[in-house]
């Protein structure tokens, strides 16, 4: 099969104009191409296709697809580069055209941005179907051409890494327990002798003093881990970039037992460690000249004897107590010990990514990942990043508003929820975290929002979304291109 792009026309009455790969196949079939586009209806608008059979025995089916206005960029309404998000959309759709005609290979044109392109197609084809007997054919993605393959093979890279994120976060929690998503991890990066995995096991996480993540942790019966990675893609004395991720690999809530309706998705709480986790693989995969450590407490939050009670105080590891006056507000605790964990570091920043609060998606929806910070610098780099790759970010408020909420606690240094309960929900969870951070460049990524796909991203299918890894790839490879200047 071939995907080929066509532009729309500047002016309603012009005439489409199709992409250089396009002009040049039209050209192979003596004018076949355009002479059908003209006949069987108006121009195609953006993300349609048409698709035609027998046009040339290399490829027996050609789809066209829309992508919209030739010359659109950055739209700052919008926040993103609309040309590319056009191009991996347009593309999407048209690859999943041929995987539903089955045919195994499919050739994309490159559309003059052979990354996007490449993403597309490789974002679009991805389904969770490991566990079904019945299973989509599986299409191959190649480049048409070969011009651009080095920047159609980094968009490779790109969609896979955020593909990574998707298996994870899509698999059963009996399937992704904490030492099952651990050892996954490792196996994907078994091959770079300059990645260290640490695989520390419940005994370790006791000697850390990690007291509010073990409380979280006690109430399953799969035993915590805590994920520890090293990549030294820079110099030995270089500050590394420290990623930390929330690792509930199910969260049911606990004692504050969620409702039983959607329970299911809460397989997918360890988002933060799966996009975190598959930004470094994905570091790795690029060879980014930086060095990076992702930082993962795994466990499940399930209610047992054992549990953490509402209104019980826990010690996290630099000697604030908790009062956990909500069980199914426990990101925030595996989170506290991990942010005190990586001070160890001298990070040069320290992003953490997590499936927070409901109240993030109440904010903003799938729209953007919701992005708490205290340095302006570390904002303007995701933003920057998340304007190329599409999957955007929205700086939040970290207001001393806030921090008052989680501090006036009758029993404890602070509480697991703001005193007003539901109001600024995911302000007052970024507050809280923020009471664990000495470091002046740190980011919260609150990812609950854009954890699932309904049909909100034209190039992802339903189902869970790996969001925003290729925004972390883009970030962590800015910083290394500043590191370099």
């Known amino acids: 099969g071939l995907v080929l792009g066509i532009y729309s026309s500047e002016k309603d009455e012009g005439a489409a104009q199709l992409t250089s790969a396009g002009d040049a196949f039209d050209r192979l079939v003596s004018g076949k191409l355009r002479e059908l586009?003209?006949?069987?209806?108006p121009p195609l608008k953006k993300g349609k296709t048409r698709i035609f059979h027998g046009l040339h025995q290399d490829f027996p089916s050609v789809v066209v697809v829309g992508l919209g206005k030739k010359?659109?960029?950055v739209d700052?309404?919008?926040?993103?580069?609309?040309?590319?998000?056009?191009?991996?959309?347009a593309v999407a759709v048209g690859c999943r055209q041929i995987q539903d005609?089955?045919?195994?290979?499919v050739e994309v044109d490159p559309c003059g941005d052979a990354q996007a392109a490449a993403e597309g197609a490789v974002l679009g084809l991805h389904e969770y179907n490991e566990l079904k007997q019945k299973k989509k054919p599986v299409v191959t993605p190649q480049l048409h051409g070969s011009a651009e393959s080095e920047a159609w093979q980094k968009g490779v890279t790109y969609a896979e890494g955020q593909n990574l994120a998707r298996y994870l976060m899509e698999a059963p929690a009996n399937y992704i327990t904490p030492i099952k998503f651990a050892e996954h991890i490792e196996q994907k990066l078994r091959s770079f002798s300059n990645v260290k995995v640490h695989i520390r096991p419940e005994s370790w996480i006791a000697t850390q003093q990690m007291g509010a993540f073990l409380s979280v942790a006690k109430g399953s019966a799969e035993p915590p881990i805590f994920l520890e990675i090293h990549y030294s893609g820079g110099a030995t004395n270089d500050s590394p970039l420290?990623?930390?991720?929330?690792?509930v690999t199910f969260d049911s809530g606990g004692i504050s037992l969620k409702p039983s309706s959607g329970m299911d998705a809460m397989r997918a709480d360890m988002g933060g460690a799966a996009t975190i986790c598959s930004a470094l693989?994905?570091?790795?995969?690029l060879k980014l000249p930086l060095n990076i450590i992702a930082l993962a407490p795994l466990c499940e939050n399930m209610p047992s004897g054992k549990a953490n009670k509402p209104g019980d105080v826990v010690r996290a590891k630099n000697g604030k107590t908790i009062q956990v006056d909500n069980t199914d507000a426990e990101g925030r605790l595996l989170l506290a010990d991990a942010l005190c964990y990586a001070h160890n570091f001298n990070a040069r920043a320290i992003v953490n990514a997590a499936t927070l609060t409901g109240a993030m998606d109440v904010a903003l929806g799938s729209a953007a990942t919701g992005v708490f910070t205290n340095s302006s610098w570390l904002w303007t780099h995701l933003y920057e990043a998340s304007i190329l790759t599409g999957d955007r970010v929205w700086r939040m408020p970290l207001f001393e508003h806030y921090t008052k909420q989680v501090t006036d606690c009758p029993l404890a240094d602070l509480s697991n929820i703001g005193k007003y309960s539901r109001a600024g929900g995911a302000c007052t969870a970024a507050a809280f975290l923020k009471e664990f951070v000495t470091a002046s460049h740190w980011a919260h990524l609150d990812i609950a929002g854009v954890m699932s796909n309904k049909d909100e991203v034209p190039y992802l299918r339903k189902g869970m979304a790996g969001r925003p890894t290729r925004t972390l790839v883009e970030f962590a490879a800015r910083l290394s291109q500043d590191s370099n200047n």
Do not use: M, Y
Not at 37 to 41: I, K, N
Not at 77 to 88: F, H, L, S
Not at 242 to 247: M, Q, S, T
């Open 37 to 41: 586009l003209s006949v069987c209806g």
């Open 71 to 73: 010359n659109a960029g």
């Open 76 to 89: 700052d309404q919008e926040n993103w580069n609309e040309g590319k998000e056009n191009i991996r959309a």
């Open 101 to 105: 005609l089955e045919i195994p290979c």
């Open 242 to 247: 420290v990623f930390v991720g929330k690792g």
């Open 281 to 285: 693989v994905t570091a790795a995969a």
